[in-house]
Protein backbone atom coordinates (compact mmCIF):
# COMPACT_ATOMS: atom_id res chain seq x y z
CA UNK A 1 0.00 0.00 0.00
CA UNK A 2 2.82 2.52 0.98
CA UNK A 3 4.51 0.83 -1.67
CA UNK A 4 2.07 1.84 -4.15
CA UNK A 5 1.51 5.46 -2.55
CA UNK A 6 5.16 6.70 -2.73
CA UNK A 7 5.90 5.41 -6.43
CA UNK A 8 4.25 9.20 -6.95
CA UNK A 9 6.88 10.70 -5.19
CA UNK A 10 9.38 11.00 -8.19
CA UNK A 11 10.86 14.29 -9.14
CA UNK A 12 10.60 15.56 -5.47
CA UNK A 13 12.45 12.65 -4.05
CA UNK A 14 15.45 15.70 -3.90
CA UNK A 15 13.92 17.85 -1.94
CA UNK A 16 12.64 15.26 0.72
CA UNK A 17 15.66 13.90 1.27
CA UNK A 18 17.11 17.76 1.30
CA UNK A 19 14.35 18.71 4.16
CA UNK A 20 14.90 15.53 6.24
CA UNK A 21 18.83 16.64 6.16
CA UNK A 22 18.02 20.61 6.68
CA UNK A 23 15.78 19.22 9.84
CA UNK A 24 18.39 16.87 11.54
CA UNK A 25 21.04 19.55 11.07
CA UNK A 26 18.15 22.34 12.85
CA UNK A 27 18.06 20.01 15.54
CA UNK A 28 21.76 19.41 16.07
CA UNK A 29 22.07 23.28 16.05
CA UNK A 30 19.32 23.60 18.66
CA UNK A 31 20.55 20.91 21.04
CA UNK A 32 23.79 22.45 21.30
CA UNK A 33 22.48 25.95 22.49
CA UNK A 34 21.69 24.65 26.22
CA UNK A 35 25.29 23.33 26.06
CA UNK A 36 26.48 26.50 25.62
CA UNK A 37 24.40 28.41 27.53
CA UNK A 38 25.74 26.18 30.25
CA UNK A 39 29.09 27.35 29.11
CA UNK A 40 28.19 30.59 29.19
CA UNK A 41 27.03 30.92 33.07
CA UNK A 42 29.44 28.73 34.17
CA UNK A 43 32.36 30.44 32.45
CA UNK A 44 31.57 33.43 31.65
CA UNK A 45 28.56 35.00 33.98
CA UNK A 46 29.38 33.50 37.10
CA UNK A 47 33.38 33.79 36.69
CA UNK A 48 33.30 37.23 35.38
CA UNK A 49 34.91 36.34 32.51
CA UNK A 50 34.14 39.02 29.99
CA UNK A 51 35.90 36.87 27.31
CA UNK A 52 34.38 33.99 27.58
CA UNK A 53 30.84 36.17 27.61
CA UNK A 54 31.62 36.92 24.31
CA UNK A 55 33.04 33.77 22.94
CA UNK A 56 30.23 31.90 23.97
CA UNK A 57 27.47 34.20 23.36
CA UNK A 58 29.48 34.67 19.86
CA UNK A 59 28.77 31.08 19.31
CA UNK A 60 24.84 30.61 20.63
CA UNK A 61 24.34 33.35 18.22
CA UNK A 62 26.12 31.37 15.56
CA UNK A 63 23.70 28.21 16.50
CA UNK A 64 20.64 29.82 16.43
CA UNK A 65 21.49 31.68 13.23
CA UNK A 66 21.96 28.51 11.42
CA UNK A 67 19.19 26.70 13.40
CA UNK A 68 17.03 29.49 11.71
CA UNK A 69 18.74 28.60 8.36
CA UNK A 70 18.40 24.97 8.46
CA UNK A 71 15.03 25.50 9.68
CA UNK A 72 13.93 28.00 7.00
CA UNK A 73 15.36 25.04 4.11
CA UNK A 74 13.64 22.72 5.52
CA UNK A 75 10.19 23.96 5.70
CA UNK A 76 10.22 24.79 2.12
CA UNK A 77 11.99 21.82 0.58
CA UNK A 78 9.23 19.98 3.35
CA UNK A 79 6.21 22.17 1.64
CA UNK A 80 7.47 21.89 -2.08
CA UNK A 81 7.83 17.84 -1.73
CA UNK A 82 4.64 17.53 0.07
CA UNK A 83 2.71 19.86 -2.40
CA UNK A 84 4.52 18.04 -5.53
CA UNK A 85 3.54 14.39 -3.89
CA UNK A 86 0.36 15.77 -3.57
CA UNK A 87 -0.25 16.95 -7.08
CA UNK A 88 1.40 13.74 -8.57
CA UNK A 89 -1.02 11.42 -6.29
CA UNK A 90 -4.03 13.09 -7.88
CA UNK A 91 -2.83 13.24 -11.22
CA UNK A 92 -1.89 9.30 -11.30
CA UNK A 93 -5.58 8.74 -9.14
CA UNK A 94 -7.42 10.26 -12.27
CA UNK A 95 -5.35 9.15 -15.05
CA UNK A 96 -6.23 5.62 -13.37
CA UNK A 97 -9.97 6.39 -13.16
CA UNK A 98 -10.19 7.71 -16.71
CA UNK A 99 -8.98 4.13 -18.10
CA UNK A 100 -11.53 2.32 -15.64
CA UNK A 101 -14.67 0.76 -17.24
CA UNK A 102 -17.99 1.04 -15.96
CA UNK A 103 -17.94 -1.79 -13.89
CA UNK A 104 -14.76 -0.37 -12.09
CA UNK A 105 -16.57 3.25 -11.66
CA UNK A 106 -19.65 0.67 -10.67
CA UNK A 107 -17.53 -0.01 -7.14
CA UNK A 108 -17.14 3.14 -6.34
CA UNK A 109 -19.46 5.96 -5.71
CA UNK A 110 -19.21 9.30 -7.29
CA UNK A 111 -18.52 10.92 -3.78
CA UNK A 112 -16.57 8.71 -2.01
CA UNK A 113 -13.77 9.10 -5.60
CA UNK A 114 -14.27 13.10 -5.07
CA UNK A 115 -13.51 12.52 -0.94
CA UNK A 116 -10.66 10.19 -2.23
CA UNK A 117 -8.93 12.75 -4.18
CA UNK A 118 -9.72 15.74 -2.11
CA UNK A 119 -9.82 15.38 1.45
CA UNK A 120 -8.11 12.25 1.36
CA UNK A 121 -5.12 13.43 -0.35
CA UNK A 122 -5.40 16.60 1.94
CA UNK A 123 -4.61 14.69 4.81
CA UNK A 124 -1.69 12.95 2.70
CA UNK A 125 -0.18 16.17 2.03
CA UNK A 126 -0.16 17.10 5.36
CA UNK A 127 1.35 13.62 6.88
CA UNK A 128 3.98 14.01 4.53
CA UNK A 129 5.17 16.75 5.45
CA UNK A 130 4.75 16.79 9.01
CA UNK A 131 6.65 13.40 8.50
CA UNK A 132 9.88 15.52 7.02
CA UNK A 133 9.66 18.41 9.58
CA UNK A 134 8.04 16.67 13.03
CA UNK A 135 8.64 13.23 12.16
CA UNK A 136 12.07 13.63 11.70
CA UNK A 137 13.08 16.47 14.27
CA UNK A 138 11.00 14.64 17.09
CA UNK A 139 12.90 11.30 17.04
CA UNK A 140 15.58 13.42 16.36
CA UNK A 141 15.47 15.71 19.12
CA UNK A 142 14.90 13.08 21.16
CA UNK A 143 17.91 10.77 21.20
CA UNK A 144 20.44 13.69 20.91
CA UNK A 145 18.52 15.61 23.88
CA UNK A 146 18.91 12.11 25.91
CA UNK A 147 22.68 11.56 25.20
CA UNK A 148 22.93 15.46 25.94
CA UNK A 149 21.48 14.51 29.44
CA UNK A 150 22.88 12.38 30.48
CA UNK A 151 26.32 13.69 29.53
CA UNK A 152 25.79 16.35 31.52
CA UNK A 153 24.78 14.97 34.27
CA UNK A 154 24.26 10.72 34.58
CA UNK A 155 22.39 10.46 37.93
CA UNK A 156 20.01 13.82 37.26
CA UNK A 157 18.83 11.74 33.77
CA UNK A 158 17.36 8.78 35.94
CA UNK A 159 14.41 11.65 36.75
CA UNK A 160 13.14 11.84 33.32
CA UNK A 161 14.14 8.28 32.13
CA UNK A 162 11.69 7.32 34.92
CA UNK A 163 9.01 9.62 33.47
CA UNK A 164 9.66 8.38 30.16
CA UNK A 165 7.33 5.38 30.83
CA UNK A 166 4.69 7.15 32.39
CA UNK A 167 4.35 9.25 29.83
CA UNK A 168 4.36 6.71 27.28
CA UNK A 169 1.74 4.56 28.03
CA UNK A 170 -0.71 7.43 28.82
CA UNK A 171 0.13 8.44 25.07
CA UNK A 172 -0.54 5.09 23.78
CA UNK A 173 -4.03 4.80 25.50
CA UNK A 174 -5.00 8.29 23.96
CA UNK A 175 -3.55 7.22 20.51
CA UNK A 176 -5.44 4.20 20.41
CA UNK A 177 -8.52 5.46 21.46
CA UNK A 178 -8.59 8.21 18.90
CA UNK A 179 -7.74 6.42 15.91
CA UNK A 180 -10.40 4.05 16.17
CA UNK A 181 -12.45 7.21 15.77
CA UNK A 182 -10.51 8.75 12.82
CA UNK A 183 -10.49 5.69 10.60
CA UNK A 184 -14.47 6.46 10.86
CA UNK A 185 -14.61 9.69 9.75
CA UNK A 186 -13.63 9.07 5.88
CA UNK A 187 -17.52 6.80 5.60
CA UNK A 188 -18.89 9.73 6.78
CA UNK A 189 -17.30 12.48 4.58
CA UNK A 190 -18.36 9.94 1.66
CA UNK A 191 -22.02 10.28 3.02
CA UNK A 192 -21.67 13.97 3.37
CA UNK A 193 -20.17 14.43 -0.06
CA UNK A 194 -22.74 12.68 -1.57
CA UNK A 195 -25.62 14.39 0.34
CA UNK A 196 -24.48 17.63 -1.20
CA UNK A 197 -23.95 16.19 -4.91
CA UNK A 198 -26.97 14.50 -5.06
CA UNK A 199 -28.80 17.96 -3.78
CA UNK A 200 -27.03 20.15 -5.98
CA UNK A 201 -27.31 17.81 -9.32
CA UNK A 202 -31.36 17.79 -8.49
CA UNK A 203 -31.75 21.03 -7.60
CA UNK A 204 -34.75 21.40 -10.02
CA UNK A 205 -36.71 18.57 -8.50
CA UNK A 206 -36.20 19.52 -4.83
CA UNK A 207 -37.79 22.72 -5.36
CA UNK A 208 -40.22 21.01 -7.74
CA UNK A 209 -41.25 18.90 -4.69
CA UNK A 210 -40.78 21.41 -1.79
CA UNK A 211 -37.92 19.00 -0.41
CA UNK A 212 -35.53 21.72 0.66
CA UNK A 213 -36.74 20.87 4.65
CA UNK A 214 -35.92 17.20 3.85
CA UNK A 215 -32.81 17.71 2.15
CA UNK A 216 -31.27 20.24 4.99
CA UNK A 217 -32.05 17.95 7.60
CA UNK A 218 -30.49 15.11 5.69
CA UNK A 219 -27.44 17.15 4.91
CA UNK A 220 -27.31 18.25 9.01
CA UNK A 221 -27.95 14.25 9.75
CA UNK A 222 -24.49 13.69 7.78
CA UNK A 223 -22.56 16.87 9.20
CA UNK A 224 -23.94 15.85 12.93
CA UNK A 225 -22.68 12.17 12.51
CA UNK A 226 -19.17 13.89 11.41
CA UNK A 227 -19.17 16.35 13.80
CA UNK A 228 -19.35 13.40 16.81
CA UNK A 229 -16.97 11.22 15.64
CA UNK A 230 -14.52 14.47 15.50
CA UNK A 231 -15.57 15.34 18.61
CA UNK A 232 -14.83 11.69 20.49
CA UNK A 233 -11.44 11.68 18.91
CA UNK A 234 -10.85 15.45 19.65
CA UNK A 235 -12.21 14.51 23.58
CA UNK A 236 -9.11 11.69 23.50
CA UNK A 237 -6.51 13.78 22.41
CA UNK A 238 -7.53 17.13 24.73
CA UNK A 239 -5.73 14.41 27.62
CA UNK A 240 -2.83 14.95 25.73
CA UNK A 241 -1.86 18.82 27.06
CA UNK A 242 -2.89 17.29 31.01
CA UNK A 243 -1.22 14.54 30.69
CA UNK A 244 1.89 15.90 29.07
CA UNK A 245 1.58 18.99 31.64
CA UNK A 246 1.67 16.32 35.03
CA UNK A 247 4.82 14.85 33.96
CA UNK A 248 6.56 17.93 33.10
CA UNK A 249 5.70 19.88 36.26
CA UNK A 250 6.98 16.45 37.79
CA UNK A 251 9.91 16.60 36.34
CA UNK A 252 10.40 20.36 36.90
CA UNK A 253 10.04 19.97 40.38
CA UNK A 254 12.25 17.03 40.84
CA UNK A 255 14.90 18.41 39.22
CA UNK A 256 14.79 21.67 40.80
CA UNK A 257 14.90 19.58 44.21
CA UNK A 258 17.54 17.81 43.54
CA UNK A 259 19.39 19.87 41.77
CA UNK A 260 19.36 22.27 44.23
CA UNK A 261 20.48 20.08 46.73
CA UNK A 262 23.75 19.15 44.36
CA UNK A 263 24.95 22.67 43.65
CA UNK A 264 24.70 23.52 47.05
CA UNK A 265 26.88 20.51 47.77
CA UNK A 266 29.44 21.90 45.02
CA UNK A 267 28.20 18.20 42.87
CA UNK A 268 25.92 20.82 40.03
CA UNK A 269 26.51 23.77 38.37
CA UNK A 270 24.22 26.34 37.88
CA UNK A 271 24.98 26.46 34.19
CA UNK A 272 24.43 22.42 33.87
CA UNK A 273 20.82 22.43 35.66
CA UNK A 274 19.71 25.44 33.31
CA UNK A 275 20.49 23.25 30.60
CA UNK A 276 19.35 20.08 32.14
CA UNK A 277 15.90 21.82 32.58
CA UNK A 278 16.05 22.26 28.50
CA UNK A 279 16.76 19.17 27.37
CA UNK A 280 13.97 17.42 29.60
CA UNK A 281 11.92 19.82 28.37
CA UNK A 282 13.02 19.05 24.55
CA UNK A 283 12.76 15.40 25.38
CA UNK A 284 9.09 15.18 27.02
CA UNK A 285 7.71 17.57 23.91
CA UNK A 286 9.05 15.20 21.71
CA UNK A 287 7.41 12.65 23.61
CA UNK A 288 3.97 14.68 23.28
CA UNK A 289 4.84 15.19 19.71
CA UNK A 290 5.42 11.70 18.91
CA UNK A 291 2.04 11.32 19.98
CA UNK A 292 0.50 13.71 17.66
CA UNK A 293 2.24 12.13 14.77
CA UNK A 294 1.00 8.76 15.39
CA UNK A 295 -2.48 10.00 15.76
CA UNK A 296 -2.77 12.20 12.11
CA UNK A 297 -0.55 9.25 10.84
CA UNK A 298 -4.10 7.56 11.51
CA UNK A 299 -6.06 9.84 9.47
CA UNK A 300 -3.59 9.88 6.76
CA UNK A 301 -3.28 5.81 6.43
CA UNK A 302 -6.80 5.82 6.36
CA UNK A 303 -6.79 7.78 3.57
CA UNK A 304 -3.51 6.47 1.78
CA UNK A 305 -5.37 3.26 2.51
CA UNK A 306 -8.24 4.25 0.17
CA UNK A 307 -6.02 6.01 -2.27
CA UNK A 308 -4.13 2.49 -2.79
CA UNK A 309 -7.74 1.21 -3.50
CA UNK A 310 -8.15 3.82 -6.45
CA UNK A 311 -4.91 3.17 -7.76
CA UNK A 312 -4.31 -0.42 -7.35
CA UNK A 313 -8.38 -0.74 -9.27
CA UNK A 314 -7.07 -2.86 -12.09
CA UNK A 315 -9.23 -2.03 -14.79
CA UNK A 316 -11.94 -4.90 -16.14
CA UNK A 317 -11.01 -3.74 -19.81
CA UNK A 318 -7.77 -3.65 -21.22
CA UNK A 319 -6.48 -2.19 -23.98
CA UNK A 320 -4.99 -4.77 -26.28
CA UNK A 321 -1.44 -4.27 -27.41
CA UNK A 322 -1.26 -3.66 -31.29
CA UNK A 323 -5.32 -3.49 -31.23
CA UNK A 324 -6.49 -3.42 -34.74
CA UNK A 325 -6.91 0.45 -35.20
CA UNK A 326 -9.26 0.08 -38.61
CA UNK A 327 -12.60 -0.39 -38.62
CA UNK A 328 -13.84 -1.82 -41.93
CA UNK A 329 -18.02 -0.93 -41.62
CA UNK A 330 -20.87 -0.50 -39.28
CA UNK A 331 -21.87 -4.36 -39.61
CA UNK A 332 -22.91 -5.68 -35.94
CA UNK A 333 -23.26 -9.34 -35.05
CA UNK A 334 -23.47 -10.80 -31.70
CA UNK A 335 -22.65 -14.39 -31.27
CA UNK A 336 -24.78 -16.53 -27.91
CA UNK A 337 -23.85 -13.46 -25.88
CA UNK A 338 -24.76 -13.46 -22.18
CA UNK A 339 -23.58 -10.83 -20.16
CA UNK A 340 -23.99 -9.68 -15.74
CA UNK A 341 -22.58 -6.27 -14.79
CA UNK A 342 -20.72 -8.36 -11.75
CA UNK A 343 -19.09 -11.99 -11.14
CA UNK A 344 -21.93 -14.10 -10.14
CA UNK A 345 -25.11 -11.67 -10.64
CA UNK A 346 -27.67 -12.33 -12.41
CA UNK A 347 -27.82 -12.22 -16.42
CA UNK A 348 -28.79 -9.04 -17.69
CA UNK A 349 -28.28 -10.37 -21.62
CA UNK A 350 -29.29 -14.31 -21.92
CA UNK A 351 -28.06 -16.06 -25.05
CA UNK A 352 -28.40 -13.03 -27.26
CA UNK A 353 -27.88 -14.05 -30.93
CA UNK A 354 -28.30 -10.99 -33.26
CA UNK A 355 -26.66 -10.06 -36.73
CA UNK A 356 -27.03 -6.72 -38.33
CA UNK A 357 -25.36 -4.96 -41.89
CA UNK A 358 -24.13 -2.32 -42.35
CA UNK A 359 -26.11 0.55 -43.26
CA UNK A 360 -29.11 -0.43 -41.68
CA UNK A 361 -31.39 1.77 -39.49
CA UNK A 362 -32.63 -0.93 -36.38
CA UNK A 363 -34.81 0.10 -33.71
CA UNK A 364 -34.79 -1.46 -30.29
CA UNK A 365 -37.89 -0.90 -28.07
CA UNK A 366 -38.55 -3.14 -24.79
CA UNK A 367 -40.40 -2.36 -21.54
CA UNK A 368 -38.15 -0.29 -17.96
CA UNK A 369 -35.14 -3.11 -17.25
CA UNK A 370 -35.63 -5.19 -20.53
CA UNK A 371 -31.43 -4.95 -21.41
CA UNK A 372 -31.62 -2.34 -24.22
CA UNK A 373 -28.96 -0.11 -23.02
CA UNK A 374 -26.88 -3.27 -22.17
CA UNK A 375 -26.73 -4.59 -25.04
CA UNK A 376 -25.28 -1.15 -26.66
CA UNK A 377 -23.07 -0.65 -24.07
CA UNK A 378 -20.94 -3.81 -25.67
CA UNK A 379 -20.69 -2.09 -28.43
CA UNK A 380 -18.74 0.41 -27.61
CA UNK A 381 -17.00 -2.35 -24.93
CA UNK A 382 -18.08 -0.32 -22.10
CA UNK A 383 -18.53 -3.46 -20.94
CA UNK A 384 -16.98 -7.45 -21.91
CA UNK A 385 -19.21 -10.56 -22.46
CA UNK A 386 -19.47 -13.04 -20.17
CA UNK A 387 -20.05 -15.49 -22.75
CA UNK A 388 -20.16 -15.64 -26.45
CA UNK A 389 -18.38 -12.64 -28.86
CA UNK A 390 -19.81 -9.11 -30.30
CA UNK A 391 -18.38 -8.10 -33.23
CA UNK A 392 -17.97 -4.96 -35.30
CA UNK A 393 -16.70 -5.17 -38.69
CA UNK A 394 -16.66 -8.51 -38.93
CA UNK A 395 -13.98 -8.21 -35.43
CA UNK A 396 -14.49 -8.99 -31.84
CA UNK A 397 -14.27 -5.88 -30.20
CA UNK A 398 -11.85 -7.08 -27.63
CA UNK A 399 -9.24 -7.02 -30.66
CA UNK A 400 -9.64 -3.60 -31.51
CA UNK A 401 -7.68 -0.54 -30.23
CA UNK A 402 -10.42 1.39 -27.35
CA UNK A 403 -9.36 4.59 -28.93
CA UNK A 404 -10.31 3.63 -32.40
CA UNK A 405 -13.16 1.36 -31.11
CA UNK A 406 -14.97 3.93 -29.68
CA UNK A 407 -14.82 6.51 -32.46
CA UNK A 408 -16.20 4.68 -34.68
CA UNK A 409 -19.22 3.75 -32.57
CA UNK A 410 -20.72 6.97 -30.93
CA UNK A 411 -23.44 6.53 -28.99
CA UNK A 412 -26.00 9.18 -27.78
CA UNK A 413 -26.42 7.88 -23.66
CA UNK A 414 -29.93 8.62 -21.86
CA UNK A 415 -28.57 11.32 -19.59
CA UNK A 416 -27.55 14.10 -22.24
CA UNK A 417 -24.52 15.33 -20.23
CA UNK A 418 -22.90 19.16 -21.56
CA UNK A 419 -20.01 20.87 -20.20
CA UNK A 420 -19.46 24.54 -19.38
CA UNK A 421 -17.88 26.28 -22.23
CA UNK A 422 -19.81 27.63 -25.21
CA UNK A 423 -21.71 25.38 -27.94
CA UNK A 424 -19.03 24.88 -29.96
CA UNK A 425 -16.42 23.90 -27.74
CA UNK A 426 -19.27 21.62 -26.47
CA UNK A 427 -19.65 20.18 -30.51
CA UNK A 428 -15.65 19.57 -30.75
CA UNK A 429 -15.82 17.00 -28.06
CA UNK A 430 -17.18 15.23 -31.30
CA UNK A 431 -13.98 16.16 -32.92
CA UNK A 432 -11.53 18.75 -31.24
CA UNK A 433 -10.58 20.29 -35.31
CA UNK A 434 -14.10 20.67 -36.54
CA UNK A 435 -14.12 23.55 -38.52
CA UNK A 436 -17.34 26.38 -37.73
CA UNK A 437 -18.97 24.68 -41.45
CA UNK A 438 -18.84 21.40 -40.00
CA UNK A 439 -20.41 22.12 -36.79
CA UNK A 440 -23.18 23.74 -38.63
CA UNK A 441 -23.26 20.48 -41.07
CA UNK A 442 -24.05 18.46 -37.78
CA UNK A 443 -26.26 20.73 -36.25
CA UNK A 444 -28.62 20.73 -39.17
CA UNK A 445 -28.51 16.96 -39.35
CA UNK A 446 -29.23 17.04 -35.69
CA UNK A 447 -31.87 19.83 -36.24
CA UNK A 448 -30.39 22.08 -33.43
CA UNK A 449 -29.79 24.63 -35.90
CA UNK A 450 -32.95 26.08 -35.96
CA UNK A 451 -32.71 26.81 -31.87
CA UNK A 452 -28.41 27.72 -31.86
CA UNK A 453 -29.51 30.86 -34.99
CA UNK A 454 -31.83 31.93 -32.10
CA UNK A 455 -29.04 32.51 -29.34
CA UNK A 456 -27.93 36.02 -29.02
CA UNK A 457 -23.98 34.86 -29.68
CA UNK A 458 -25.00 31.49 -31.92
CA UNK A 459 -22.62 29.11 -31.61
CA UNK A 460 -20.13 30.80 -29.07
CA UNK A 461 -23.20 31.34 -26.60
CA UNK A 462 -22.22 30.29 -23.03
CA UNK A 463 -22.86 26.66 -21.69
CA UNK A 464 -23.58 26.58 -18.22
CA UNK A 465 -22.22 23.85 -16.00
CA UNK A 466 -24.10 20.74 -16.91
CA UNK A 467 -26.08 22.86 -19.68
CA UNK A 468 -29.06 23.73 -17.20
CA UNK A 469 -29.42 26.89 -19.33
CA UNK A 470 -30.55 24.73 -22.08
CA UNK A 471 -34.38 22.63 -22.32
CA UNK A 472 -33.71 18.52 -22.67
CA UNK A 473 -34.84 18.52 -26.37
CA UNK A 474 -31.96 21.06 -26.95
CA UNK A 475 -29.15 19.29 -24.85
CA UNK A 476 -30.34 16.12 -26.82
CA UNK A 477 -30.32 17.46 -30.16
CA UNK A 478 -26.68 19.09 -29.36
CA UNK A 479 -25.05 15.85 -27.93
CA UNK A 480 -26.73 14.00 -31.24
CA UNK A 481 -24.58 16.57 -33.29
CA UNK A 482 -21.80 16.06 -31.21
CA UNK A 483 -21.97 12.56 -31.73
CA UNK A 484 -22.48 12.89 -35.28
CA UNK A 485 -18.88 14.87 -35.91
CA UNK A 486 -16.92 11.95 -35.60
CA UNK A 487 -18.69 10.48 -38.28
CA UNK A 488 -19.00 6.99 -36.99
CA UNK A 489 -19.67 3.88 -38.45
CA UNK A 490 -22.20 3.02 -35.74
CA UNK A 491 -24.29 5.86 -34.28
CA UNK A 492 -26.43 4.43 -31.17
CA UNK A 493 -29.06 6.85 -29.75
CA UNK A 494 -30.25 5.46 -26.18
CA UNK A 495 -33.40 6.89 -25.97
CA UNK A 496 -31.70 10.03 -26.83
CA UNK A 497 -34.70 11.86 -28.75
CA UNK A 498 -37.63 11.65 -25.64
CA UNK A 499 -37.55 14.86 -24.81
CA UNK A 500 -38.06 16.13 -28.43
CA UNK A 501 -41.40 16.54 -30.29
CA UNK A 502 -42.59 14.20 -32.47
CA UNK A 503 -41.90 16.02 -35.77
CA UNK A 504 -38.51 16.90 -34.80
CA UNK A 505 -37.84 13.59 -34.37
CA UNK A 506 -39.42 12.13 -37.89
CA UNK A 507 -36.74 15.44 -39.28
CA UNK A 508 -33.73 14.13 -37.59
CA UNK A 509 -34.75 10.49 -38.80
CA UNK A 510 -35.24 11.38 -42.10
CA UNK A 511 -32.11 13.29 -42.28
CA UNK A 512 -30.33 10.37 -41.27
CA UNK A 513 -31.26 8.23 -44.00
CA UNK A 514 -30.56 10.75 -47.07
CA UNK A 515 -27.28 12.29 -45.60
CA UNK A 516 -25.39 9.33 -43.66
CA UNK A 517 -26.55 6.32 -45.38
CA UNK A 518 -23.50 3.94 -44.98
CA UNK A 519 -23.68 4.49 -41.23
CA UNK A 520 -25.41 1.74 -39.10
CA UNK A 521 -27.97 3.70 -37.02
CA UNK A 522 -29.21 1.80 -33.87
CA UNK A 523 -32.00 3.60 -32.45
CA UNK A 524 -33.36 2.64 -28.75
CA UNK A 525 -36.85 4.44 -28.12
CA UNK A 526 -40.01 4.02 -25.55
CA UNK A 527 -42.36 5.24 -28.81
CA UNK A 528 -43.25 2.63 -31.76
CA UNK A 529 -43.59 6.44 -33.69
CA UNK A 530 -39.88 6.57 -33.58
CA UNK A 531 -38.59 3.21 -34.42
CA UNK A 532 -41.37 2.32 -37.02
CA UNK A 533 -39.69 3.11 -39.83
CA UNK A 534 -36.26 1.09 -38.86
CA UNK A 535 -34.90 -1.12 -41.40
CA UNK A 536 -35.98 -3.99 -38.72
CA UNK A 537 -36.90 -3.70 -34.98
CA UNK A 538 -35.34 -5.63 -32.34
CA UNK A 539 -37.97 -7.00 -29.32
CA UNK A 540 -36.62 -7.02 -26.07
CA UNK A 541 -37.89 -8.60 -22.70
CA UNK A 542 -36.02 -10.05 -19.73
CA UNK A 543 -32.43 -9.67 -21.29
CA UNK A 544 -34.04 -12.05 -24.42
CA UNK A 545 -34.72 -10.57 -28.07
CA UNK A 546 -38.13 -11.77 -28.40
CA UNK A 547 -38.49 -10.53 -32.03
CA UNK A 548 -36.95 -9.09 -34.57
CA UNK A 549 -38.60 -8.39 -38.25
CA UNK A 550 -40.18 -4.89 -40.04
CA UNK A 551 -42.79 -2.85 -37.87
CA UNK A 552 -45.42 -4.50 -40.40
CA UNK A 553 -44.54 -8.42 -39.34
CA UNK A 554 -44.03 -7.73 -35.55
CA UNK A 555 -47.52 -6.09 -35.53
CA UNK A 556 -48.71 -9.54 -37.02
CA UNK A 557 -45.93 -12.01 -35.02
CA UNK A 558 -44.91 -10.40 -31.71
CA UNK A 559 -47.29 -10.64 -28.79
CA UNK A 560 -45.40 -7.84 -26.77
CA UNK A 561 -44.99 -5.66 -29.59
CA UNK A 562 -48.73 -5.73 -30.95
CA UNK A 563 -49.15 -4.79 -26.76
CA UNK A 564 -47.07 -2.15 -26.68
CA UNK A 565 -48.80 -0.96 -29.97
CA UNK A 566 -52.10 -0.77 -28.72
CA UNK A 567 -51.13 0.90 -25.78
CA UNK A 568 -49.36 3.99 -27.36
CA UNK A 569 -52.52 4.27 -30.10
CA UNK A 570 -55.13 3.40 -27.60
CA UNK A 571 -58.27 5.56 -28.57
CA UNK A 572 -57.41 6.63 -31.50
CA UNK A 573 -53.88 7.22 -31.05
CA UNK A 574 -52.28 10.33 -29.14
CA UNK A 575 -49.56 12.60 -29.51
CA UNK A 576 -46.94 9.98 -30.30
CA UNK A 577 -48.58 9.31 -33.62
CA UNK A 578 -46.10 9.81 -36.55
CA UNK A 579 -46.50 12.57 -39.07
CA UNK A 580 -45.97 11.29 -42.31
CA UNK A 581 -42.26 11.61 -43.67
Not at 151 to 169: E, N
Not at 183 to 202: C, G, I, T, W
Not at 274 to 289: D, E, G, R, W
Not at 496 to 520: C, G, K, M, Q
Request: charged share 20%; aromatic share 8%; with cysteine.
Amino acid sequence: MIKTILKELKQYKRPTILGIIFTILEVVFDVLIPYVIARLIDLGIQARDVAAIWKYGGIMVLLALLMLATGVASGRCAAAAAGGFATNVRAAMYRKIQKYSFANIDRFTTASLVTRMTTDVSNLQNAFQMAIRIGTRTPVMLVTAVVMCVITSPSMSLIFLAAIPVLGIGLAFIHLYATKYFRQAFQKYDALNSSVEENVAAARVVKAYVREDYEKEKFNRATRNLRHIFEMAQKAIAFNAPLMNFVVFGCILSLSWFGAKQIVGGRFTTGELTSMFTYVMQILISLMMLSMILVFSSMALAGVRRIAEVLSEAPDLENPKNGVKVIEDGSIDFDNVTFRYHAGGEPVLRDVDLHIRSGETIGIIGGTGSGKSSLVGLLSRLYDVAEGSVKVGGRDVREYDLTALRNSVSVVLQKNVLFSGTVLSNLRWGKADATLEECRAACALACADEFIDKLPDGYDSRVEQGGSNFSGGQKQRLCIARALLKSPKILVLDDSTSAVDTATDARIRRAFRTVIPDTTKIIIAQRIASVRDADRIIVMDDGKITGFDTHENLLRTNPLYQEIYEMQTRDGGDFDEPQAV
